[in-house]
């Protein structure tokens, strides 16, 4: 199939591509990108591992079409951390152990980061809200939600 | 999991998209969200050699408030219906509905409430893998001649029709409007659905749902939707109902109810208006001969299309109706309109 034009913002970075029409937003950043953060679970929107921000709202990026996303900013996992240091989010991860295999890890960032950008002061329904559509085998999910309530927390602290 | 490929089209507004499903025909599909097509693609269900992007037409996209009542496109995004005030304060089951779709981070940003409505219809051996479904015959819905869901075999397919959002609407006695090329119609949503699982919708091929129109609250008038899933998101329902009740001086006057999940369309349950008619309103000895009602008319159709056993599905056919018929009766007569009344 012929391939069509995509303007694309990612992490910041302008792309001028073209893309097959079959070619989902989870293929075009793994594959021609090489920005493997975001992971194929089930590939049909159950597992949430494949998350990304779309204008800051979280997104399946393997239930998106390239083209769907032209002219849309994406933000990948890879885009959190901002000159070499680790978003609050991501080291309030590492530090309440709420990491095992990591293959949710950048799924759950994304489903908390785009929270945390729509709803800095959420409670604990709503990170549970937030995080139901991401599936993780190994935390039972508690060292998730605490790592992310405490980002909530400290921001209320600064205010 | 990859997609095969297709053809695709973003107009930019209404008429060229009528203009291009009129050329295409039954080769196109329309893409909303996308949450449901594309995985249906994937599995190999449907393999539409165009697609037709809904994305750039912001017509479809705008949900409002008027005189009578609510007008939503068909491509407004589930999130901005939940974040919409007027439904918050006015159409609790209309809310309850769209918060039970999928799980935020699908439904929340992309799926629409169009697609949630224009959904296929699903089994269990159906919705699975090219793999899975090489190790049978293949079944009425996907061509062949046999139903695995249905005992003992069927010649018809027995899938169920798992929009949440369908039960309350209809409950609700919203409309939609239909468009192809040439023509506009509108018409009650139940008669969207066919009731034919191998086609559950009555769409033609040239044609598609633009609006859904929800009549205005009315004073004394209460609405709820219940769903039973294993899991409060991503799962589908076991059995759902949508709940609407009209309610004068405490009493009864006008009520309908929907159950979702568990035939090949949306099952309205007739007996319910006569049974509940000028009773007062929340009469719970009432509610339970209808849930009663409600599970026995379901039972005909209950199919073995889920994981969960076909006879745990039916016995909550009751418990669910009586749970959202409970709490559309309190919503009835807590309003304003009654209590000034009273």
Not at chain 2, 137 to 153: E, I, L, Y
């Amino acid at each position: 199939m012929n391939k069509q034009p995509l303007e694309i913002s990612i992490n910041g970075d302008c792309y001028s591509l073209a893309v097959e029409p079959n070619r989902t937003l989870l293929e075009l950043l793994r594959e021609d990108l090489d920005l493997t953060g975001a992971k194929e679970g089930c590939g049909e929107g159950v597992c949430g591992g494949c998350t990304v921000l779309m204008d800051g709202k979280p997104v399946r990026s393997c239930l998106t079409l390239a083209l769907e996303a032209s002219g849309t900013h994406i933000t990948t996992v890879e885009g959190l951390a901002q000159k070499g240091e680790l978003d609050p989010l991501q080291q309030s991860f590492i530090e309440h152990g709420a990491v095992q295999c990591g293959f949710c890890t950048s799924g759950m960032l994304m489903a908390a980061k785009g929270l945390a950008l729509n709803n800095p002061h959420a409670g604990n329904k709503e990170i549970r809200n937030a995080i139901s559509g991401h599936i993780c085998r190994c935390t039972g999910y508690t060292k998730i939600i605490e790592a992310v309530e405490a980002v909530v927390d400290r921001s209320l602290e600064k205010r | 999991m990859r997609l095969p490929p297709f053809a695709y089209d973003r107009p930019r507004d209404l008429y060229e998209a009528l203009e291009l499903l009129n050329s295409y025909g039954k080769d196109c599909k329309v893409l909303a969200g996308g949450t449901d097509l594309l995985v249906r693609m994937k599995q190999g269900l449907v393999a539409p050699t165009h697609l037709v992007s809904l994305k750039a037409l912001s017509e479809l996209a705008e949900i409002k408030e008027t005189g009578d009542g609510l007008q939503i496109g068909a491509a407004v995004k589930l999130s901005d219906i939940l974040a919409y005030q007027p439904v918050q304060d006015h159409w609790p089951g209309l809310f309850e509905a769209v918060k039970a779709i999928g799980a935020p981070s699908i439904q929340h940003f992309s799926g629409t409430i169009g697609g949630n409505l224009c959904q296929d219809n699903r089994c269990q051996f159906y919705d699975q893998s090219k793999f899975f479904r090489a190790a049978r015959q293949t079944c009425n819905k996907a061509g062949g001649s046999t139903c695995f869901a249905w005992k003992g075999g069927s010649d018809k397919c027995h899938s169920a029709c798992q929009s949440d959002s369908a039960p309350i609407l209809i409950a609700m006695d919203a409309k939609v409007v239909i468009k192809s090329k040439n023509e506009t119609r509108t018409m009650p949503l139940e008669e969207l659905y066919s009731s034919v699982g191998e086609r559950p919708l009555t769409l033609a091929d040239n044609e598609m749902l633009t609006e859904i129109l929800v009549p205005a609250p009315t004073p004394g008038a209460g609405t709820a939707f219940e769903k039973l899933a294993y899991r409060s998101s991503i799962d589908y329902a076991m059995v759902s109902a949508g709940a609407f009740v009209q309610t004068e001086g405490g009493r009864t006057t006008r009520v309908r109810l929907v159950i979702g999940a568990v035939a090949r369309g949306p099952l309205s349950i007739a007996t319910v208006e006569k049974t509940l008619k000028n009773r007062p309103a929340g009469d719970q000895q009432a509610i339970n001969e209808v849930a009663i009602d409600a599970m026995n008319t379901a039972a005909a159709f209950i199919a073995n299309n889920m994981t969960q056993p076909v006879e745990y599905r039916t016995k909550m056919v009751s418990v669910i109706a009586k749970r959202a018929l409970t709490r559309a009766a309190e919503r009835a007569i807590s309003q304003k309109g009654f209590l000034e009344a009273k």
